[in-house]
């Protein structure tokens, strides 16, 4: 598995793909969306379903995916109108 080889940085975040290789010569992919830190620290991983045919395109999927997470959790949330 490959751990932290391409790890970002964003504000308080810290994501990092995790890769796995099957058997069939395909890659599944996973991201650790990672915050605070001692005691403090909070880490959400998320395993996603497709395969992929290169461990690159494993690794672009899965930082999209945690930097995806990242904008919504972060984007300005208006109230509805009633």
């Known amino acids: 598995m490959d751990i932290i080889q391409h790890s970002i940085a964003v504000?308080?975040?810290l994501v990092s793909p995790l890769i796995?290789?099957?058997?069939?010569?395909?890659y599944v992919a996973s991201v650790s969306i990672r915050s605070g830190r001692?005691?403090?620290?909070?880490?959400?991983?998320?395993?996603?379903?497709?395969?992929?045919?290169?461990?690159a395109a494993a690794v672009g999927y899965a930082?999209?995916?945690g930097l995806g997470w990242i904008r919504e959790r972060s984007?300005?949330?208006?109230?509805?109108?009633a």
């Open 11 to 13: 504000g308080k975040y």
């Open 20 to 26: 796995k290789d099957l058997d069939d010569g395909r």
């Open 38 to 55: 001692g005691s403090g620290t909070h880490d959400r991983v998320m395993r996603f379903t497709p395969s992929f045919a290169s461990h």
């Open 63 to 65: 930082i999209d995916q």
């Open 75 to 81: 984007a300005p949330r208006t109230p509805c109108a």
